[in-house]
Protein backbone atom coordinates (compact mmCIF):
# COMPACT_ATOMS: atom_id res chain seq x y z
CA UNK A 1 0.00 0.00 0.00
CA UNK A 2 1.34 3.35 -0.95
CA UNK A 3 2.50 5.33 1.90
CA UNK A 4 2.75 9.05 2.38
CA UNK A 5 5.70 10.58 4.68
CA UNK A 6 6.03 14.26 4.98
CA UNK A 7 9.71 15.97 6.23
CA UNK A 8 12.24 18.84 6.64
CA UNK A 9 15.21 18.81 5.12
CA UNK A 10 18.18 21.26 5.60
CA UNK A 11 19.08 22.71 2.37
CA UNK A 12 22.37 21.93 2.39
CA UNK A 13 21.30 18.01 1.82
CA UNK A 14 20.68 18.43 -1.50
CA UNK A 15 21.72 20.34 -4.99
CA UNK A 16 18.52 22.45 -5.66
CA UNK A 17 18.44 23.59 -2.08
CA UNK A 18 22.13 24.23 -1.80
CA UNK A 19 22.05 26.06 -5.20
CA UNK A 20 18.84 28.39 -4.76
CA UNK A 21 19.82 29.54 -1.11
CA UNK A 22 21.96 32.45 -2.38
CA UNK A 23 19.45 35.29 -1.98
CA UNK A 24 17.28 36.17 0.98
CA UNK A 25 13.79 36.97 0.68
CA UNK A 26 13.68 34.29 -1.48
CA UNK A 27 11.07 31.20 -1.13
CA UNK A 28 11.64 28.48 -3.19
CA UNK A 29 8.37 25.57 -4.47
CA UNK A 30 8.97 22.68 -6.99
CA UNK A 31 6.56 23.00 -9.40
CA UNK A 32 3.95 19.71 -9.44
CA UNK A 33 4.66 18.05 -12.36
CA UNK A 34 5.42 15.33 -13.67
CA UNK A 35 8.60 15.83 -15.80
CA UNK A 36 8.94 12.98 -19.50
CA UNK A 37 12.48 13.49 -19.36
CA UNK A 38 13.27 11.07 -16.45
CA UNK A 39 14.68 14.80 -14.34
CA UNK A 40 13.66 14.93 -10.94
CA UNK A 41 13.54 18.42 -10.20
CA UNK A 42 13.55 20.51 -13.34
CA UNK A 43 11.31 23.39 -12.20
CA UNK A 44 10.56 25.63 -9.67
CA UNK A 45 8.91 28.47 -8.36
CA UNK A 46 11.02 31.25 -6.64
CA UNK A 47 8.83 33.80 -4.75
CA UNK A 48 10.30 37.41 -3.68
CA UNK A 49 11.63 41.14 -5.17
CA UNK A 50 15.39 40.54 -6.35
CA UNK A 51 15.50 37.92 -9.09
CA UNK A 52 18.36 39.27 -10.84
CA UNK A 53 21.10 38.90 -8.02
CA UNK A 54 18.92 34.98 -7.91
CA UNK A 55 19.03 34.36 -11.14
CA UNK A 56 23.04 35.26 -11.01
CA UNK A 57 23.99 33.54 -8.44
CA UNK A 58 21.91 30.18 -9.47
CA UNK A 59 23.53 30.58 -12.99
CA UNK A 60 27.21 31.30 -11.40
CA UNK A 61 26.67 27.71 -9.63
CA UNK A 62 28.99 24.85 -10.91
CA UNK A 63 26.34 22.30 -10.99
CA UNK A 64 24.16 24.29 -12.97
CA UNK A 65 24.16 23.83 -16.95
CA UNK A 66 21.18 26.62 -17.70
CA UNK A 67 18.50 28.31 -15.70
CA UNK A 68 15.55 29.62 -18.05
CA UNK A 69 12.51 31.66 -16.84
CA UNK A 70 9.63 29.93 -17.82
CA UNK A 71 6.92 32.78 -16.59
CA UNK A 72 6.91 35.11 -14.73
CA UNK A 73 3.78 36.14 -12.86
CA UNK A 74 3.74 39.15 -10.29
CA UNK A 75 6.03 38.21 -7.36
CA UNK A 76 7.04 34.79 -8.56
CA UNK A 77 8.80 33.31 -11.48
CA UNK A 78 8.25 29.93 -12.87
CA UNK A 79 12.37 28.42 -13.71
CA UNK A 80 13.76 25.74 -15.26
CA UNK A 81 17.16 24.31 -14.30
CA UNK A 82 19.29 22.25 -16.43
CA UNK A 83 21.91 20.52 -13.89
CA UNK A 84 25.49 19.10 -14.97
CA UNK A 85 27.05 16.00 -15.08
CA UNK A 86 26.84 15.89 -10.82
CA UNK A 87 23.61 15.42 -9.24
CA UNK A 88 22.76 15.55 -5.48
CA UNK A 89 22.76 12.13 -3.87
CA UNK A 90 19.27 13.22 -2.93
CA UNK A 91 17.85 13.31 -6.46
CA UNK A 92 19.68 9.43 -7.26
CA UNK A 93 17.63 8.77 -3.68
CA UNK A 94 14.53 9.31 -4.77
CA UNK A 95 14.45 7.64 -8.37
CA UNK A 96 16.01 5.01 -6.85
CA UNK A 97 13.15 4.35 -4.32
CA UNK A 98 10.70 5.05 -6.72
CA UNK A 99 9.41 7.93 -4.54
CA UNK A 100 7.07 10.68 -5.76
CA UNK A 101 7.63 13.87 -4.96
CA UNK A 102 3.86 15.62 -3.91
CA UNK A 103 5.63 18.96 -2.15
CA UNK A 104 8.18 20.63 -1.36
CA UNK A 105 9.26 23.81 -0.42
CA UNK A 106 11.39 25.81 1.58
CA UNK A 107 14.59 27.54 2.02
CA UNK A 108 15.79 26.30 5.26
CA UNK A 109 14.50 24.17 6.04
CA UNK A 110 12.66 22.61 3.04
CA UNK A 111 9.50 20.75 4.24
CA UNK A 112 8.79 17.89 1.63
CA UNK A 113 5.69 15.54 1.26
CA UNK A 114 6.62 11.96 -0.23
CA UNK A 115 4.76 9.03 -1.69
CA UNK A 116 6.17 5.37 -1.77
CA UNK A 117 4.73 2.45 -3.51
CA UNK A 118 4.79 0.61 -0.50
CA UNK A 119 6.85 0.77 2.70
CA UNK A 120 9.96 -0.92 0.73
CA UNK A 121 10.42 2.13 -0.80
CA UNK A 122 10.49 3.90 2.51
CA UNK A 123 12.99 1.53 3.90
CA UNK A 124 15.03 2.13 0.84
CA UNK A 125 15.10 5.42 1.46
CA UNK A 126 15.62 5.73 4.53
CA UNK A 127 18.53 3.10 4.56
CA UNK A 128 19.97 4.94 1.40
CA UNK A 129 19.63 8.60 3.24
CA UNK A 130 21.64 7.42 6.48
CA UNK A 131 23.94 5.76 4.21
CA UNK A 132 24.97 9.36 2.21
CA UNK A 133 24.35 11.45 5.73
CA UNK A 134 21.63 13.09 4.56
CA UNK A 135 19.59 14.04 7.76
CA UNK A 136 15.95 14.84 7.70
CA UNK A 137 13.07 14.65 10.18
CA UNK A 138 10.01 13.06 10.19
CA UNK A 139 6.82 14.67 10.92
CA UNK A 140 4.42 12.40 9.86
CA UNK A 141 3.60 9.06 8.16
CA UNK A 142 0.24 7.38 7.07
CA UNK A 143 -1.26 5.54 3.82
CA UNK A 144 -3.53 6.76 1.48
CA UNK A 145 -6.17 4.70 3.06
CA UNK A 146 -5.85 6.72 5.96
CA UNK A 147 -6.29 9.94 4.47
CA UNK A 148 -4.36 13.39 5.62
CA UNK A 149 -7.30 13.04 8.42
CA UNK A 150 -6.59 9.90 9.52
CA UNK A 151 -3.17 10.94 10.68
CA UNK A 152 -2.62 9.61 14.30
CA UNK A 153 -1.45 12.09 17.24
CA UNK A 154 0.40 10.15 19.23
CA UNK A 155 1.68 12.69 21.46
CA UNK A 156 5.10 10.90 21.44
CA UNK A 157 8.43 13.09 21.61
CA UNK A 158 10.49 13.87 18.18
CA UNK A 159 13.41 12.12 19.50
CA UNK A 160 11.01 9.00 20.53
CA UNK A 161 9.42 9.20 17.00
CA UNK A 162 12.73 9.89 15.32
CA UNK A 163 14.00 6.24 17.60
CA UNK A 164 10.69 4.18 16.55
CA UNK A 165 11.16 5.31 12.72
CA UNK A 166 14.93 3.99 12.64
CA UNK A 167 13.90 0.92 14.26
CA UNK A 168 11.15 -0.15 12.27
CA UNK A 169 12.89 0.71 9.41
CA UNK A 170 15.54 -0.92 10.24
CA UNK A 171 13.94 -4.12 11.03
CA UNK A 172 14.11 -4.35 14.93
CA UNK A 173 10.55 -5.69 15.20
CA UNK A 174 10.86 -8.17 13.21
CA UNK A 175 10.95 -11.67 13.43
CA UNK A 176 13.92 -12.72 13.59
CA UNK A 177 15.02 -8.89 14.18
CA UNK A 178 17.24 -7.31 11.02
CA UNK A 179 18.75 -5.40 13.56
CA UNK A 180 19.77 -4.64 17.60
CA UNK A 181 19.55 -1.69 19.54
CA UNK A 182 23.56 -0.70 19.25
CA UNK A 183 22.98 0.00 15.12
CA UNK A 184 19.60 1.68 16.63
CA UNK A 185 21.74 3.84 18.36
CA UNK A 186 24.54 4.33 15.87
CA UNK A 187 22.25 5.32 13.56
CA UNK A 188 20.75 7.74 15.56
CA UNK A 189 24.33 8.97 16.99
CA UNK A 190 23.07 8.54 20.97
CA UNK A 191 23.87 5.74 23.11
CA UNK A 192 22.11 2.46 23.25
CA UNK A 193 20.25 3.27 26.96
CA UNK A 194 19.25 6.10 25.06
CA UNK A 195 18.08 4.46 22.08
CA UNK A 196 16.50 1.65 24.35
CA UNK A 197 14.37 4.27 26.49
CA UNK A 198 13.42 5.87 23.33
CA UNK A 199 12.43 2.60 21.83
CA UNK A 200 10.26 1.62 24.53
CA UNK A 201 8.73 4.47 25.82
CA UNK A 202 7.75 5.66 22.22
CA UNK A 203 6.63 2.08 21.53
CA UNK A 204 4.42 2.05 24.93
CA UNK A 205 2.68 5.29 24.38
CA UNK A 206 1.96 4.07 20.49
CA UNK A 207 0.39 0.99 21.76
CA UNK A 208 -1.73 2.26 24.54
CA UNK A 209 -3.25 5.19 21.90
CA UNK A 210 -3.72 2.31 19.62
CA UNK A 211 -5.39 -0.79 21.58
CA UNK A 212 -6.82 0.77 24.71
CA UNK A 213 -8.73 3.80 23.11
CA UNK A 214 -9.82 0.96 20.32
CA UNK A 215 -10.93 -1.34 23.64
CA UNK A 216 -12.58 1.45 24.87
CA UNK A 217 -14.50 2.21 21.35
CA UNK A 218 -15.61 -1.57 21.11
CA UNK A 219 -16.92 -1.76 24.69
CA UNK A 220 -19.04 1.20 24.06
Excluded at 7 to 27: K, P
Excluded at 41 to 55: N, Q, R, S, V
Excluded at 79 to 87: D, I, L, S
Excluded at 136 to 165: C, K, M, P, W
Aim: hydrophobic share 40%; charged share 25%; aromatic share 8%.
Amino acid sequence: MAVIVELTMDSESFDLGRVTAVANGIHIELERVVPTGGEVMPFFWAHGTDFEAFEYAVRDDRLVDELTAVARVSDRVLYKVNWGETTSSLTRILTDSEATILEAHGNDPWVFRLRFNDHTGLTEFHNRCQDEAIDFHVERIYTLAEGESGVYNFDITNEQQEALVTAVSEGYFEVPRQTTLNEVADRLGISPQAASERVRRGADTVLRKVLLSQSAADLS
